[in-house]
């Protein structure tokens, strides 16, 4: 079965500090993966997207980067923490034809302190 | 770019009907989806249209009306544990865009 892992669930970091998030896929090859943000009680905020190893399309311009270094791995990534970072994180992973769909992990609670 | 506008809150009662809406504006469009979202969780999918009408799955059913940017949920025999959040999501061409969402309180 597909299944889509996210680590790790709940993270505390100083402003200034570094961040790695990872999203790996399991089940599928060459997935759409996807990063998005959400803020207490507001929607989620497309931030990368990647079609294939790589690939990555940044949607918003900010603090954040992410990599693709695998087909099923995909990474979130920041040289030095805002306060601005904190949200909630999830990686997707949506699958495309006749039944479009949406896998989300379970999602990173980030707060930068 | 593109805007989904969504009510932000619903209150509704224990075995009735709620519709919530959904209207956006987009570049691109190949679809409309709905996902649900309870506190401190991850979101779920509940449907995608991609063609204009309606589609049913079970309590659920979704409408979708392409020539008028407009699409809506409509969850029926309303259980507590429906309340959630609830988010249209516009399918721009390999790419997901959602709306702020709109919170569905379900009272006994």
């Known amino acids: 079965s597909q299944t889509i892992h996210q680590w790790p669930a709940t993270l505390v970091q100083p402003v200034g500090s570094p961040l790695s998030l990872e999203c790996t896929v399991e089940g599928t090859s060459n997935p759409n993966l996807y990063w998005y943000r959400q803020a207490a009680g507001r929607g989620l905020q497309l931030l990368f997207y990647s079609v294939g190893i790589g690939q990555i399309s940044s949607e918003v311009p900010q603090n954040l980067s992410a990599s693709r270094p695998q087909d099923r791995q995909f990474i979130l990534s920041s040289k030095k923490l805002l306060l601005s970072d904190s949200g909630f994180y999830l990686c997707?992973?949506?699958?495309?034809?006749?039944?479009?769909?949406?896998?989300f992990g379970q999602g990173t609670r980030l707060t930068v302190v | 770019g593109q805007s989904l506008e969504q009510p932000s809150e619903v209150t509704a009662v224990e075995g009735a009907i709620v519709q919530i809406n959904c209207t956006y504006q987009?570049?691109?469009?190949?679809?409309l989806s709905w996902y649900q979202q309870h506190d401190g969780g991850a979101p779920t999918f509940l449907s995608y249209n991609a063609l204009d009408g309606l589609e049913e799955t079970g309590r659920f059913s979704s409408f979708l009306s392409r020539s008028d940017s407009y699409g809506y949920l409509l969850l029926q025999e309303l259980q507590m544990k429906d309340s959630a959040s609830y988010f249209c999501a516009v399918d721009n061409f390999n790419k997901f865009y959602f709306g702020s969402g709109t919170k569905l309180n379900v009272k006994p």
């Open positions: 997707a992973w949506i699958t495309y034809g006749t039944d479009t769909e949406a896998f």
């Open positions: 987009t570049s691109g469009f190949y679809g």
